[in-house]
């Protein structure tokens, strides 16, 4: 184990607001376990110090015992991770982040885009198959929702062999989970892998118009607005648990998923806010510290 380091992983201005809000989701737990045979036994690890070596994991990549400290085993990570993902934390915390953003700058749902990226999953699992990108290594594909600006709102996990269109109700599905109601008139934002009738019946079912990118026109031509969720999933991509994820469990891989979406959510909610509001640590920069 190494030396615990006070650097945080990410800018504090990120961490400390999510923390809040992910402590106040966690059942309280004594420093002691009343039930013990013996009537007493080791302190139990302060969660705010677990979910530190939790956020180190999201951003490097690393493997548990790289990360683990002095003060945190990785075997207390693990038991600790498994705990919060079947809570389904990853999803809420990420539910109250929306919903902040949502009251204080705005969603703008009226122009939502969908689209899978493929990632690395070397250690197999759930979630993992073999990659068409890569040589048929092991592969996890995740499709996003996103609204007019890339904020991400909902995101589906899977193989990297299933294809991206079969996914997008499921992923609309997740999506509409943490939204309120959808305006009237709203448009989806689609490549060419969604240009087939399924995807077609799906969004006249929904009331959606369709801007879907035809297959055999070169991409150039028909850019249209959905480059802002390729964008989004360039932010996904910056956290190393998801560029190369390691966990075989998918709902740990989903809770990694949607932490992930969380700090990209209130990253963009303080750097819009900061010129509509003031407050005691306003960032004077677009660079959080």
């Given amino acids: 184990m190494t030396d615990w380091s006070p650097v945080p992983a990410i800018p504090s201005s990120l961490i400390e607001p999510v923390w809040v809000e992910f402590a106040a989701l966690l059942p309280p737990r004594p420093a002691f376990d009343p039930l013990h045979p013996l009537g007493c036994h080791r302190r139990r690890i302060a969660d705010r110090i677990v979910f530190d070596h939790v956020v180190d994991a999201l951003v490097h990549g690393s493997g548990y015992e790289r990360i683990a400290t002095r003060r945190c085993s990785d075997r207390t990570i693990r038991r600790r991770l498994e705990t919060w993902a079947h809570m389904g934390l990853g999803q809420q915390i990420h539910a109250l982040a929306l919903d902040a953003y949502d009251r204080m700058i705005g969603l703008e749902l009226a122009e939502l885009s969908v689209d899978g990226a493929i990632t690395k999953a070397p250690c197999g699992g759930e979630r993992a198959g073999p990659s068409p990108v890569d040589r048929r290594k092991g592969g996890l594909k995740r499709s996003t929702e996103v609204e007019a600006d890339g904020i991400p709102l909902g995101i589906v996990s899977a193989p990297a062999n299933r294809n991206d269109s079969p996914l997008l109700r499921t ?36 009331g959606f118009d369709a801007e879907i990118a035809r297959k055999g026109v070169p991409a150039p031509i028909q850019v249209g607005k959905r480059w802002v969720v390729e964008r989004t999933n360039a932010w996904m991509n910056g956290y190393g648990k998801i560029r190369r994820c390691t966990d075989r469990d998918g709902v740990i891989v989903d809770f990694y998923l949607y932490l992930a979406a969380a700090f990209v959510t209130i990253r963009q909610l303080i750097r819009r806010a900061r010129t509509l509001y003031r407050w005691d640590a306003r960032p004077t920069t677009r660079r959080l510290k």
Avoid: F, K, S
């Avoid at 509409?176 to 060419?192: I, K, N, Y």
């Fill in 171 to 206: 992923t609309l599905e997740a999506g509409w989970a943490q939204l309120h109601p959808m305006p009237e008139d709203v448009t989806m934002h689609l490549d060419r892998a969604y240009d087939n009738t399924p995807c077609r019946d799906l969004l006249d079912e929904l």
